[in-house]
Protein backbone atom coordinates (compact mmCIF):
# COMPACT_ATOMS: atom_id res chain seq x y z
CA UNK A 1 0.00 0.00 0.00
CA UNK A 2 1.22 3.34 -0.98
CA UNK A 3 1.68 5.98 1.35
CA UNK A 4 0.38 9.47 0.82
CA UNK A 5 3.19 11.43 -0.11
CA UNK A 6 4.59 14.32 1.95
CA UNK A 7 3.49 17.80 1.41
CA UNK A 8 5.90 19.06 -0.89
CA UNK A 9 5.77 22.08 -3.50
CA UNK A 10 1.75 23.32 -3.10
CA UNK A 11 0.60 25.75 -0.48
CA UNK A 12 -1.06 24.60 2.82
CA UNK A 13 -4.23 26.32 4.05
CA UNK A 14 -7.51 27.12 2.57
CA UNK A 15 -8.70 26.63 -0.91
CA UNK A 16 -11.79 27.49 -3.00
CA UNK A 17 -12.82 25.47 -5.81
CA UNK A 18 -14.78 27.12 -8.96
CA UNK A 19 -17.58 25.55 -11.19
CA UNK A 20 -18.06 27.88 -13.90
CA UNK A 21 -21.39 27.69 -15.84
CA UNK A 22 -23.28 30.26 -18.27
CA UNK A 23 -26.00 30.97 -15.76
CA UNK A 24 -24.55 29.91 -12.38
CA UNK A 25 -20.99 29.54 -11.04
CA UNK A 26 -20.41 27.34 -7.94
CA UNK A 27 -17.94 27.86 -4.79
CA UNK A 28 -16.50 25.08 -2.52
CA UNK A 29 -14.01 25.40 0.37
CA UNK A 30 -11.57 23.24 2.15
CA UNK A 31 -10.51 23.23 5.57
CA UNK A 32 -6.69 24.33 6.06
CA UNK A 33 -5.96 21.00 6.29
CA UNK A 34 -7.10 19.90 2.62
CA UNK A 35 -8.33 17.72 3.90
CA UNK A 36 -12.33 17.92 2.80
CA UNK A 37 -14.12 20.30 0.56
CA UNK A 38 -17.26 21.14 1.14
CA UNK A 39 -19.90 23.31 -0.76
CA UNK A 40 -20.25 26.78 -0.49
CA UNK A 41 -22.27 28.73 -2.51
CA UNK A 42 -23.91 29.31 -5.65
CA UNK A 43 -23.99 32.71 -7.79
CA UNK A 44 -25.77 34.02 -10.44
CA UNK A 45 -22.80 34.18 -13.51
CA UNK A 46 -23.31 38.20 -14.53
CA UNK A 47 -21.00 38.30 -17.35
CA UNK A 48 -21.61 41.93 -18.10
CA UNK A 49 -20.62 43.32 -14.97
CA UNK A 50 -18.41 40.14 -13.60
CA UNK A 51 -19.84 40.99 -10.15
CA UNK A 52 -19.83 37.24 -9.08
CA UNK A 53 -15.98 37.33 -10.01
CA UNK A 54 -15.79 39.92 -7.53
CA UNK A 55 -17.39 38.40 -4.72
CA UNK A 56 -15.30 35.25 -5.02
CA UNK A 57 -12.17 37.29 -5.04
CA UNK A 58 -13.15 39.33 -2.04
CA UNK A 59 -14.30 35.76 0.09
CA UNK A 60 -10.35 34.48 -1.02
CA UNK A 61 -9.05 37.91 1.05
CA UNK A 62 -11.82 37.11 4.03
CA UNK A 63 -11.06 33.46 4.01
CA UNK A 64 -7.64 33.70 3.97
CA UNK A 65 -7.21 31.72 0.23
CA UNK A 66 -4.35 30.42 -0.13
CA UNK A 67 -5.00 29.11 -3.77
CA UNK A 68 -8.49 28.64 -5.88
CA UNK A 69 -9.03 25.87 -8.46
CA UNK A 70 -11.14 26.65 -11.35
CA UNK A 71 -12.62 23.53 -13.55
CA UNK A 72 -11.34 22.85 -16.47
CA UNK A 73 -14.54 20.83 -18.54
CA UNK A 74 -12.71 18.65 -21.05
CA UNK A 75 -14.60 15.36 -23.03
CA UNK A 76 -13.52 12.14 -22.29
CA UNK A 77 -10.73 12.15 -25.06
CA UNK A 78 -9.24 15.28 -23.12
CA UNK A 79 -10.78 17.55 -26.35
CA UNK A 80 -11.62 21.24 -24.73
CA UNK A 81 -14.18 23.12 -26.41
CA UNK A 82 -16.36 26.11 -25.95
CA UNK A 83 -17.50 25.62 -21.96
CA UNK A 84 -13.35 25.13 -21.12
CA UNK A 85 -12.41 28.27 -22.93
CA UNK A 86 -15.33 30.44 -21.13
CA UNK A 87 -13.67 28.06 -18.21
CA UNK A 88 -10.45 29.98 -19.60
CA UNK A 89 -11.80 33.00 -19.59
CA UNK A 90 -13.52 33.26 -16.24
CA UNK A 91 -9.98 31.82 -14.17
CA UNK A 92 -8.40 34.65 -15.92
CA UNK A 93 -10.77 37.25 -15.04
CA UNK A 94 -10.57 36.09 -11.22
CA UNK A 95 -6.86 36.60 -11.46
CA UNK A 96 -7.32 39.88 -12.53
CA UNK A 97 -9.86 41.31 -10.07
CA UNK A 98 -7.33 39.64 -7.34
CA UNK A 99 -4.47 41.33 -8.80
CA UNK A 100 -6.50 44.29 -8.75
CA UNK A 101 -7.06 43.73 -4.60
CA UNK A 102 -3.31 42.98 -3.89
CA UNK A 103 -4.09 39.28 -3.39
CA UNK A 104 -1.07 37.42 -4.97
CA UNK A 105 -3.62 34.39 -4.63
CA UNK A 106 -2.86 32.07 -8.09
CA UNK A 107 -5.65 30.53 -9.69
CA UNK A 108 -5.33 27.47 -11.24
CA UNK A 109 -7.21 25.32 -14.10
CA UNK A 110 -7.62 21.41 -13.07
CA UNK A 111 -9.64 18.70 -15.14
CA UNK A 112 -13.42 18.56 -13.79
CA UNK A 113 -14.77 16.22 -16.13
CA UNK A 114 -17.82 14.42 -15.19
CA UNK A 115 -18.11 16.71 -12.08
CA UNK A 116 -21.47 17.67 -12.72
CA UNK A 117 -22.57 14.29 -13.55
CA UNK A 118 -21.08 13.33 -10.10
CA UNK A 119 -22.53 16.19 -8.34
CA UNK A 120 -26.19 15.15 -9.34
CA UNK A 121 -25.39 11.42 -8.01
CA UNK A 122 -24.54 12.43 -4.88
CA UNK A 123 -27.34 14.50 -4.33
CA UNK A 124 -29.24 11.39 -5.25
CA UNK A 125 -27.05 8.84 -2.81
CA UNK A 126 -27.99 11.98 -0.06
CA UNK A 127 -31.66 12.07 -0.72
CA UNK A 128 -32.25 15.08 -2.20
CA UNK A 129 -34.82 15.22 -4.99
CA UNK A 130 -34.56 16.08 -8.40
CA UNK A 131 -36.47 19.48 -8.80
CA UNK A 132 -34.43 20.49 -5.91
CA UNK A 133 -30.75 19.97 -7.29
CA UNK A 134 -30.58 22.67 -9.30
CA UNK A 135 -30.24 25.27 -6.56
CA UNK A 136 -27.03 23.53 -5.05
CA UNK A 137 -25.82 21.45 -8.05
CA UNK A 138 -22.70 23.70 -8.91
CA UNK A 139 -21.16 24.52 -5.47
CA UNK A 140 -21.68 20.24 -4.99
CA UNK A 141 -19.67 20.05 -8.74
CA UNK A 142 -17.10 22.64 -6.84
CA UNK A 143 -16.93 20.87 -3.91
CA UNK A 144 -16.13 17.70 -6.11
CA UNK A 145 -13.35 19.63 -8.20
CA UNK A 146 -11.54 20.97 -4.66
CA UNK A 147 -11.29 17.26 -3.45
CA UNK A 148 -9.88 16.09 -7.03
CA UNK A 149 -7.21 18.95 -6.88
CA UNK A 150 -6.14 18.59 -3.13
CA UNK A 151 -6.35 15.03 -2.99
CA UNK A 152 -3.90 14.63 -6.43
CA UNK A 153 -1.69 17.46 -4.33
CA UNK A 154 -1.48 15.18 -1.47
CA UNK A 155 -0.97 12.19 -3.51
CA UNK A 156 1.52 13.56 -5.83
CA UNK A 157 3.13 15.91 -2.90
CA UNK A 158 3.36 18.62 -5.72
CA UNK A 159 1.30 21.57 -7.77
CA UNK A 160 -1.07 20.08 -9.86
CA UNK A 161 -3.15 21.73 -12.86
CA UNK A 162 -2.06 24.98 -14.82
CA UNK A 163 -1.68 28.63 -13.25
CA UNK A 164 -3.60 31.40 -14.82
CA UNK A 165 -2.82 34.83 -15.57
CA UNK A 166 -4.72 38.09 -16.19
CA UNK A 167 -4.66 39.17 -19.76
CA UNK A 168 -2.50 42.17 -18.73
CA UNK A 169 -0.24 40.98 -16.14
CA UNK A 170 3.18 39.08 -16.84
CA UNK A 171 3.75 35.78 -15.54
CA UNK A 172 7.09 34.36 -14.96
CA UNK A 173 8.63 34.95 -17.67
CA UNK A 174 7.33 38.51 -18.24
CA UNK A 175 6.18 38.52 -21.75
CA UNK A 176 3.05 39.61 -21.12
CA UNK A 177 -0.55 38.35 -21.59
CA UNK A 178 -0.82 34.94 -21.57
CA UNK A 179 -2.60 32.57 -24.60
CA UNK A 180 -5.07 29.58 -22.74
CA UNK A 181 -3.41 27.65 -21.05
CA UNK A 182 -3.28 23.58 -20.92
CA UNK A 183 -3.34 21.74 -17.98
CA UNK A 184 -0.12 20.20 -16.41
CA UNK A 185 0.16 17.37 -17.24
CA UNK A 186 2.12 16.24 -14.07
CA UNK A 187 -0.87 17.01 -12.56
CA UNK A 188 -23.70 42.56 -6.30
CA UNK A 189 -25.42 39.30 -8.18
CA UNK A 190 -28.10 37.18 -6.06
CA UNK A 191 -26.67 34.64 -4.65
CA UNK A 192 -28.76 31.52 -4.02
CA UNK A 193 -29.24 29.77 -0.99
CA UNK A 194 -26.16 28.16 0.61
CA UNK A 195 -27.11 24.27 0.97
CA UNK A 196 -28.59 22.78 3.67
CA UNK A 197 -28.83 19.11 4.45
CA UNK A 198 -26.21 17.67 2.26
CA UNK A 199 -23.01 16.10 3.11
CA UNK A 200 -21.23 14.24 1.17
CA UNK A 201 -21.71 10.15 0.47
CA UNK A 202 -19.85 8.48 4.12
CA UNK A 203 -20.10 11.13 5.88
CA UNK A 204 -23.67 11.33 7.38
Do not use: W
Not at 9 to 31: F, Q
Not at 118 to 147: F, T
Not at 161 to 185: K, N
Request: aromatic share 2%; with cysteine.
Amino acid sequence: MNEAAVPGDYPLGVKLGVDVGTVRVGVAVCDRDGILATPLRTLERNAKKNTDVRIIAALAVELGVVEIFVGLPRTMKGEEHASARMATDYAKLLAGKLGESGSGVPVRLVDERLSTVSAHRHLHEAGMSSRNHRKVVDQVAAAGILQHAIDMQKARGTEVGSRVYAESAPGPTGDGAHASPALDEHSAPRILPKMEGYSEPGQQ
